[in-house]
């Protein structure tokens, strides 16, 4: 049943993995063009999350004093809070739509990559994944320490970058446990990609550090959108 569930997602991307393989006969470099492609694609969803991010984090101010002034009136509180979201134009879902879309692809991707051979029906991909590719012999085996390395230092870097621009304020409660993870999950990376095909942990050492690029774009995004915000609200004043 799972091979069947993930095979909705993970076929048609085999078919893109072997369609640029025919083109560019090197495995390795197939995985890193095939990476780039898929996160260009999903650029936009992340660029929608972090518009919605932005809208959220105007409007906090006016949230918090809907919440202190209706403390005792919780059918009053979302009667407002309905209010100022139509208001603001702001959709309280916004921030999470992108992730739901991306979450299957993603589940999508691993499956292919840890097991291509299962959704990809084509004679030249079974000698395709045993390739080497610089210093890895078999692209289809896992390597031990410097792909899982890498990947978790990206993975520590992309946290730290996403966490910077959050405020402890805005991530309430989570915000230890968000700390937690900047350093437990890059350390889960590098124990899991010395066990996962070295293939795999090369998408994701690729798509990180891609990830990192588009997040310089979209935290210069976040602070126009801020000002502009800020800005629109001084004229209200």
Not at 53 to 75: C, F, G, H, V, W
């Amino acid at each position: 049943m799972y091979y069947k569930i993930m095979g909705v997602i993970a076929e048609p991307l085999g078919w893109l993995l072997t369609f640029l393989y025919d083109f560019i006969q090197n495995y390795g470099i197939t995985l890193i063009v095939f990476t780039l492609i898929v996160r260009l694609c999903l650029y936009p969803l992340y660029a929608k999350q972090i518009k919605s991010t932005a809208n959220m984090s105007a409007i906090q101010p006016k949230m918090k004093e809907l919440q202190a002034r209706y403390a005792n009136d919780k059918e009053m509180l979302n009667m407002k809070m309905m209010e100022l979201y139509k208001e603001e134009k702001f959709n309280p879902m916004g921030g999470c739509l992108p992730m739901l879309i991306q979450m299957p692809i993603i589940f999508g991707l691993f499956a292919l990559l840890r097991n291509p051979l299962l959704y990809i029906d084509d004679p030249s991909m079974i000698i395709a994944v045993h390739e080497s590719f610089i210093w890895i012999a078999d692209l289809s085996q896992p390597d031990k320490w410097i792909l899982p390395i890498a990947a978790g230092l990206t993975t520590f870097v992309s946290f730290q970058q996403t966490q910077s621009q959050q405020s402890p304020e805005s991530m309430g409660q989570m915000a230890p446990m968000m700390k937690v993870m900047k350093y437990f999950f890059p350390v889960m990376i590098v124990w899991m990609g010395r066990t996962f095909p070295a293939g795999l942990t090369l998408y994701w050492f690729i798509g990180t550090g891609a990830q990192i690029l588009f997040n310089f774009r979209l935290n210069k995004l976040r602070r126009r959108m801020k000002a502009e915000a800020e800005l629109k609200q001084q004229k209200k004043i």
